[in-house]
C-alpha cells in the first residue's frame, strides 16, 4: 500500500499561473482533505470531501477550488496564484466522516509562487 | 471554532531524558489526534484519542474531555522523536479536525 501520494513534491509558479495539485490514496478511504501549513502554524483546512461526489469549503478555501475525481482521487486547483498561496499543502484521507477516524496524510507539496 | 493551544512552543531534551507536551483546547470535541512531523515533513498519526489513556512503546497520551486538555509523554527520548507534534481536535459540530500551532522538540545526543 501507498498510502496517501501527492504530486507534485515541489512547485514554483509566477504571480497569476493556474496549476493543479494531484493527491491519490489506496485505502478505500471515503473522506479526504487538503490543508495548508506555514510556517509557524498548525495545518489549516482547505477544502474535504466527506464522500466520493460531495465537497464542501473549509477554514481558508478562497482562490482554491477541488475535484473529487472519484473514490481514489482528490485535486486542488489554484486558478491565478498569488504569493499568500506560498505554503506547503498536505493532503489526508480517513475512513469516513464521522468524527472517530484518524487522518492519514500525504508526504505534501512545497509550492512557491514568485 | 474550537481554540487548540499547544505548550511548550519549543522543546530541547538530552538523550535520555523525559518530557510531557500539554494540548488545550476550547470546548468540547467528539476526536482528539496527536501527530508527529518529521524533520523532512511527513505527517504521523500517533494517537487517536478522544479520552482516557493510551501508550505505544515510549510514548503516552491522556486526554480529560472533561477539562479540555491532553498530554503526550515521552519517555527516554531519542534523537529520532525530533520534530514537530502537533494536537487536533474534532468539532462535534462539523467534524473538522483544528490544529494546534505545535510543539518544536529537539533531541541532543
Known amino acids: 500500500n501507498a498510502g496517501v501520494t501527492q504530486t507534485p513534491k515541489f512547485q514554483v509558479l509566477k504571480t497569476g499561473q493556474s496549476m493543479t495539485l494531484q493527491c491519490a490514496q489506496d485505502?478505500?478511504?471515503?473522506?479526504m482533505y487538503w490543508y495548508r501549513q506555514d510556517p509557524g502554524m498548525g495545518l489549516r483546512l482547505i477544502y474535504y470531501?466527506?464522500?466520493?461526489?460531495?465537497?464542501d469549503k473549509g477554514e481558508v478555501p478562497n482562490g482554491y477550488n477541488v475535484s473529487r475525481l472519484n473514490k481514489r482521487e482528490f485535486s486542488l486547483r489554484l486558478e491565478s496564484a498569488a504569493p499568500s498561496q506560498t505554503s506547503v499543502y498536505f493532503c489526508?484521507?480517513?475512513?469516513?466522516?464521522?468524527?472517530?477516524?484518524?487522518?492519514?496524510f500525504g508526504p505534501g507539496t512545497r509550492l512557491t509562487v514568485l | 471554532g474550537i481554540q487548540v493551544e499547544q505548550s511548550p512552543p519549543d522543546l530541547i531534551l538530552q538523550e535520555g531524558a523525559n518530557s510531557t507536551l500539554r494540548c488545550n483546547f476550547s470546548?468540547?470535541?467528539?476526536?482528539l489526534q496527536w501527530f508527529h512531523q518529521n524533520p523532512w515533513g511527513q505527517l504521523i498519526n500517533l494517537f487517536y484519542?478522544?479520552?482516557g489513556t493510551k501508550q505505544n512503546g515510549r510514548l503516552s497520551a491522556t486526554t480529560v474531555a472533561t477539562e479540555r486538555y491532553s498530554l503526550l509523554y515521552i519517555s527516554s527520548s531519542q534523537t529520532t522523536d525530533s520534530g514537530v507534534y502537533f494536537c487536533?481536535?474534532?468539532?462535534?459540530?462539523?467534524?473538522?479536525?483544528?490544529f494546534g500551532a505545535g510543539t518544536t522538540v529537539t533531541v541532543r545526543a
Open positions: 485505502m478505500n478511504h471515503n473522506s
Open positions: 484519542i478522544p479520552s
Open positions: 489526508a484521507s480517513s475512513e469516513a466522516w464521522t468524527g472517530k477516524d484518524t487522518q492519514y
Open positions: 470546548d468540547s470535541v467528539n476526536n
Open positions: 470531501s466527506a464522500s466520493e461526489g460531495t465537497t
Open positions: 487536533a481536535v474534532e468539532s462535534p459540530n462539523d467534524y473538522k479536525l483544528s
